[in-house]
């Protein structure tokens, strides 16, 4: 059973464009993903998922620099990019990260990868039951059930987000959640905002000399500095369906 981690990455941004590519701490935001995607020992590769754009080329550039693979798809309809990456690697189960998700944590990937692996559902993730900060977001899908989503999913959100056909319809697909002992979904650590990318650019110069540190080191760190949370606190998730 080959397991490939793919990291979904674009320019375009709304709220902040080519944060992908924003640096933190002498390294793009992409590349720390990756690199920190790159310590969970239940991936077998690492793929960055693109599109096709000419605007994307600084994104393949930087997967070169990172020696990365990168696959190029269609730029609205995600779902299908994703297919088609987890095709052209030879994936029998993908796992999906985004690129704007700097503190993504191995730990947390990987229980959710042994709860899949236990489990055999079609899908297991932490995001069903939100436990873990935002940003630690980790899904794990069998191929035939992104096979399955893309034939079937007929909304534009559904596709932008690969998954959601596949959670909105829990009478034909099994869905194993995961869950952490206590609840800390009220923190937020993705990057949709410049108020965020502050956010995160301050965790990585406090832990600098932590180079591997951990989610729990974050939350020590936070519990340490409480203002910190105060940088991004005001910023709201957008809807799912917006995009």
């Known amino acids: 059973m080959k397991i490939v981690a793919i990291i979904q990455a674009r320019m375009g941004s709304s709220r902040l464009p080519g944060k992908v590519l924003r640096d933190i701490r002498g390294q793009s935001m992409l590349a720390r993903v990756v690199n920190r ?10 793929l960055v998922a693109t599109t096709d754009s000419d605007a994307d080329d600084p994104v393949r ?11 190029r798809g269609c730029e609205e309809d995600v779902l299908d990019r994703y297919l ?3 095709q052209w690697t030879g994936a029998d189960v993908v796992v999906r990260i985004t690129s704007d998700c700097p503190l993504i944590d191995p730990e947390i990937t990987d229980k ?6 236990a489990e055999r559902p079609d899908y297991a993730a932490n995001v069903l039951v939100r436990t873990y900060p ?14 399955h989503a893309w034939r079937e999913a007929d909304q534009l959100y559904q596709r932008a987000h690969v998954t959601p056909y596949i959670y909105e319809h829990p009478d034909d697909f099994k869905l194993v959640s995961v869950t952490g002992d206590s609840d800390y979904s009220q923190h937020r650590w993705t990057v949709d905002s410049a108020e965020d990318l502050e956010f995160v650019r301050a ?10 540190f951990s ?25 799912l369906r917006v995009g």
């Open 215 to 239: 989610w729990r080191d974050v939350l020590a760190l936070l519990q340490r500095e409480p203002e910190l949370i105060e940088i991004n606190r005001s910023v709201s998730q957008k809807a």
């Open 37 to 46: 995607v790159r310590r969970a020992r239940s991936i077998d590769d690492v």
């Open 61 to 71: 550039q930087e997967c070169r620099r990172n020696s990365v693979p990168v696959f």
């Open 203 to 212: 965790i990585y110069q406090r832990l600098e000399n932590q180079p591997e």
């Open 134 to 147: 935002r940003g630690l977001d980790t899904e794990v899908i069998t191929m035939q059930s992104l096979e």
């Open 112 to 117: 959710t990868v042994r709860a899949f692996l």
């Open 84 to 86: 088609r990456a987890a």
